[in-house]
Nanobody, 126 residues
């Protein structure tokens, strides 16, 4: 059974940092591109960051560029994807979702992703 399990969310003050993790299991995620999306209350799910299967290429939404860093750790077939979030702002408050894409394609489009986690809540307070 394919599973993506996010962790690391919580409450943080503006300007602070959090690191999200996504543990992938149930298939060979080593060849999958991975991404983070987020959804704030009343808003559509939006792209945050992505990393290709080798870790050699990363992509960021303009709103998080320079503040967030995506990375991945592939060890013995187990894949963990991280999202380091620094200089957090009130507008970063959202549920953050990990997603995987099996075949190459547009990693910024939620509709293109093949697998999803259930999300982890990040709340940034003033």
């Amino acid at each position: 059974q394919v599973q993506l399990v996010e962790s690391g969310g919580g409450l943080v003050q503006a300007g602070g940092s959090l690191r999200l993790s996504c543990a992938a299991s149930g298939r060979t995620f080593g060849t999958c591109d991975m991404a983070w999306f987020r959804q704030a209350p009343g808003k559509v799910r939006e792209f945050v960051a992505a990393i290709n299967w080798s870790g050699g290429s990363t992509y960021y939404a303009d709103s998080v560029k320079g503040r967030f860093t995506i990375s991945r750790d592939d060890a013995r077939g187990a894949v963990t994807v991280y999202l380091q979030m620094d200089s957090l702002k009130l507008e970063d408050t959202a549920v953050y979702y990990c997603a995987a894409k099996i075949l190459p394609g547009d990693l910024t489009a939620a509709s293109e992703m093949d697998h999803w986690g259930k999300g982890t809540l990040v709340t940034v307070s003033s």
